[in-house]
Nanobody, 115 residues
Framework: QVHLVESGGGLVQPGGSLRLSCAAS????????MAWYRQAPGKQREWVAS???????NLADSVKDRFTISRDNAKNTVYLQMNSLKPEDTAVYYC?????????WGQGTQVTVSS
């Protein structure tokens, strides 16, 4: 079983930036595609970004010009750099990976974009 722990959320004004981190508990991290999802109040959880072991990345259209996903395999950590934040980015952000055919989730970190 893998444990994922997110950090870095908070309150930020529109146009601001935040960097989220997700630390994984196992060294298999380097072989897994890591992903970020988010869930806004009253909405379904949605995929935001993913990064493969090769470091190839994919981002949702709604964030691709503003967010960057990266990983540090030596630290078993994946990052989500969020720039030019908008109120509609307000959500709980979750880190995720598929381990042994089961999708694992972190506990989430709250991001609130408001003036």
């Amino acid at each position: 079983q893998v444990h994922l722990v997110e950090s870095g959320g908070g309150l930020v004004q529109p146009g601001g930036s935040l960097r989220l981190s997700c630390a994984a508990s196992r060294s298999i991290f380097s072989t897994k595609t890591m992903a970020w999802y988010r869930q806004a109040p009253g909405k379904q959880r949605e995929w935001v970004a993913s990064i493969e072991p090769s470091r190839a990345t994919n981002l949702a259209d709604s964030v691709k010009d503003r967010f960057t996903i990266s990983r540090d395999n030596a630290k078993n950590t994946v990052y989500l750099q969020m720039n030019s934040l908008k109120p509609e980015d307000t959500a709980v952000y979750y880190c995720s990976a598929i381990v042994n055919f089961v999708r694992a989730w972190g506990q989430g970190t709250q991001v609130t974009v408001s003036s």
